[in-house]
């Protein structure tokens, strides 16, 4: 790892660290979002077990988009954005240490819904368990990797909380569909989730190289 | 010669709808199995390839604006309009494939929507373009147009995954009609021409709006510049 990748994680997770602001709320969402999927649809017996990745990927996408947000909005404060852009190292350092930030707390955060979802949808996982640990990677990576890119992009709109959502949603949306199916065929043993792991993987690859070659052209455009 | 062209090109276009009309209503007969319902491919199909070949247009405008930007400020102000249009124009042809599609669902399959593979892609791909023109709204100042040329690029890599999406997943949506399995194609010839009558009469029309769009995208650019070079000089 760059020192310079090192330096930007480093201040990254130690904001975090001492702020907790972005783990905390995200944390807190989730939990709301997933007691209000278990009120409006009543999750019981079999029916709860094809829900579940659903819910898990909506809440995380809810819960990472005001984190998201948030972390770009730091940046622009005391004009430390304009002090990076001035910095001699290139931009796709920045990005990636922020998505790398960012995926360890939206991780963390899904770590500890783990038991709530395990109790409140009385979850037996059919399928390979292992593979969970290889699925829910792969799809935050994707939801992070995405959402830094246009949280960078949309910092300077008006509407910008607003605007994030909206941009990254519909093209998030082939990778919640993996991440979905695969989670659901996991717990279910239904169907073989490989299809969706390489799907997802393939996602993964393509959006992170695009954001990392264009995320220079976003940072210092005037 | 450009002007003959400009009055000659809408005329021949109206023309062709009129005889692609002719055809998809009149000429070609029914459909063994579907009956009349079927005549909607001759919608639904050509407003799908032209919808595909706008968002690339799209795309190679915020290629070529990406591209030019620092060298050639000009071209770049081209790439952008043909961007803008590209993008506006396909979404226009995307609602008219969304539209017809469920409109055939319902009579054909019993079903208005299904979220099958193509249906999904296609919708998603109507969603990210929408979110483009948002993007254009909301975001002020000059690195707009990067922004926005950005976010196409984004969008359009979604286009393969639309048009592979019927080969790769079983799916609802008919196999198919062309390079299928070897049961498929269309076995009626003149089902066949009404099909390329409507191509090309939905190809010049989407063309035809496009380049208006185009144009009307350029004056907008160039009354802005007039504007902003109107207010330096009062400044200064």
């Given amino acids: 790892m760059s020192s310079t990748l090192w330096t930007h994680l480093a201040k990254d997770l130690r904001i975090e660290w001492r702020s907790k602001d972005a783990i905390n709320s995200m944390l807190f969402f989730a939990l709301l979002v997933v007691v209000l999927f278990s009120i409006s649809f009543d999750p019981r017996g079999a029916f709860a077990q094809q829900i579940a990745g659903g819910v898990l990927c909506v809440a995380t996408m809810f819960a990472s988009v005001s984190a998201l947000n948030q972390a770009w909005a730091r940046e622009i404060r005391h004009q430390v954005m304009d002090a990076q852009r001035m910095a001699p190292t290139s931009g796709a350092e920045l990005f990636l240490a922020k998505v790398l930030a960012n995926f360890l707390f939206v991780s963390i955060v899904q770590i500890a819904l783990a038991p709530v979802f395990l109790v409140m949808y009385n979850l037996r996982v059919a399928g390979q368990a292992g593979l969970l640990a290889l699925v829910l990677p792969l799809g935050t990576w994707a939801l992070v990797a995405n959402g830094t890119f246009f949280a960078a992009l949309a910092i300077r709109s008006r509407n910008r909380e607003l605007l994030l959502p909206l941009i990254l949603f519909p093209i998030f949306l082939p990778a919640l569909l993996g991440m979905v199916q695969a989670t659901t065929s996991i717990l279910t043993g239904d169907s073989d989730p490989w299809l969706w792991i390489k799907m997802l993987t393939g996602y993964d690859i393509i959006f992170t190289t695009v954001s990392l070659l264009l995320f220079d052209v976003v940072f210092h455009a005037e | ?236």
């Fill in chain 2, 1 to 236: 010669m450009k002007k003959v062209l400009l009055t000659l090109f809408p005329l021949v276009t109206v023309l062709l709808m009129v005889q692609g009309y002719h055809q998809a209503i009149y000429v070609a007969p029914d459909d063994a199995m579907q009956g009349y319902v079927f005549r909607i491919i001759y919608y639904h199909v050509p407003s799908a390839s032209v919808a595909f070949l706008f968002f690339f247009i799209s795309l190679i405008g915020s290629v070529g604006f990406l591209a030019f930007r620092r060298s050639s400020p000009n071209r770049a102000q081209i790439a952008d309009a043909w961007a803008l249009a590209g993008a506006e124009v396909g979404v226009v042809f995307c609602t008219v494939v969304l539209t017809t599609g469920p409109l055939w669902g319902r009579r054909a399959w019993g079903i208005w929507w299904t979220w099958d593979a193509r249906l999904t892609t296609t919708l998603v791909l109507w969603l990210i373009y929408v979110s483009y023109l948002l993007l254009r709204r909301f975001a002020a100042g000059p690195q707009m147009q990067t922004l926005a040329a950005v976010l196409g690029i984004f969008g359009a890599l979604d286009v393969p995954i639309v048009y592979m999406s019927n080969r790769w997943w079983r799916t609802q949506h008919p196999a198919p009609v062309f390079g299928g399995d070897q049961d498929s194609g269309m076995k009626d010839p003149t089902m066949v021409h009404a099909l390329l009558w409507n191509m090309l009469a939905w190809f010049c029309w989407g063309l035809l709006v496009l380049f208006l769009r185009y144009q009307v995208e350029r004056r907008h650019q160039e009354y802005a510049a007039i504007e902003a070079q109107e207010a330096l000089e009062a400044s200064a």
